[in-house]
């Protein structure tokens, strides 16, 4: 599933290609696609034709354009994306032709490239939904917590709200209701640069654990952004369809076996909700069990 890099890198895309383009049509080509509309299809389209899409904004791994008025006011209402496992939002020439899998089409009144949702998997999903004041953040969306990329994240709350909970330090990486946009790969390559095991308590970490992890989460989340974010495949695309390369440059997720790049010792792969978790045996030693 695509994380914050990869979902902040097409959301630059949005901006440039599709922010203050008016739509002049929409098409629906699988009602998945939409599902999270609840008025239907029909409703998702009138919602948006003629209306101008003004900004591209994101929190966490969701995406959200404000929607204008024909009259150029606040529609109090703005188009809603989540990529899911395989979605993408691409800008592409009107003569190109369909892809495989496409599930929505935007054109718009200038002429130019349009944009189209393709989804191979239909688990990602568009809506029409009211927005926050001035195209603030959908009332939906408010739960996600402020990824640590942002300006306005408060380092101290997070500190306590972590060291509070009695839970293992990558599970709460994950909780995207306390730290917003980290997945499962930037997880453990931030827990491998703090050298914490996933499975550390989190009521036993100290000021200074924290910062490094911390330190961690936003070192590997801005190179990768760098980079484009981690393409694995051909599904992880910017709204060009390029790919990013940040799987070049991973320490430890996906690199069963292979050294560490810090000490040597070959990387070790868990099963860990039911997906794969990655870390070094003698960098990130496992902690010992919690007494009863």
């Not at 997070?158 to 499962?184: C, H, P, Y």
Request: net charge positive; aromatic share 6%; glycine share 10%.
């Amino acid at each position: 599933m695509p994380e914050l890099p990869e979902v902040e890198v097409v959301r630059r895309g949005l901006e440039q290609w599709v922010a203050g383009r008016t739509v002049a049509s929409v098409e629906v080509h699988h009602p998945r696609a939409v599902r999270r509309h609840l008025e239907g299809s029909e409703h998702f389209v009138a919602a948006l034709t003629g209306r101008t899409l003004t900004a591209a904004h994101r929190r966490g791994k969701y995406l959200w354009l404000p929607v204008a008025e024909p009259d150029g006011a606040e529609a109090g209402r703005a188009l809603v994306a989540h990529l899911g496992m395989s979605g993408q939002l691409l800008v592409e020439k009107r003569t190109q032709p369909d892809e495989t899998h496409l599930r929505a089409r935007f054109t718009f009144t200038d002429g130019g490239r349009e944009l189209r949702f393709v989804d191979q998997r239909t688990f990602g999903g568009l809506a029409v939904e009211e927005s926050g004041a001035d195209g603030g953040i959908p009332p939906r969306l408010a739960h996600i917590a402020i990824d640590p990329l942002d300006d306005a994240f408060d380092v101290d709350a997070f500190t306590a709200a972590l060291r509070r909970r009695r839970t293992e330090v990558k599970r709460a990486l994950l909780d995207q209701t306390l730290i917003g946009g980290v997945g499962n790969i930037y997880a453990d390559e931030a827990l491998w640069r703090a050298r914490l095991h996933g499975a550390r308590p989190t009521d036993k970490l100290t000021r200074g654990q924290v910062a490094d992890l911390l330190d961690g989460v936003r070192d590997v989340l801005g190179e990768a952004l760098a980079q484009g974010g981690t393409s694995f495949d051909s599904l992880y695309v910017d709204v060009n369809g390029q790919s990013g390369y940040f799987s070049r440059f991973l320490a430890v997720y996906g690199q069963s076996d292979r050294p560490c790049p810090r000490c040597g010792t070959p990387i070790r792969r868990e099963s860990f909700m039911n997906r794969s978790s990655y870390s070094c045996p003698q960098c990130q030693p496992r902690p010992r069990a919690r007494r009863a």
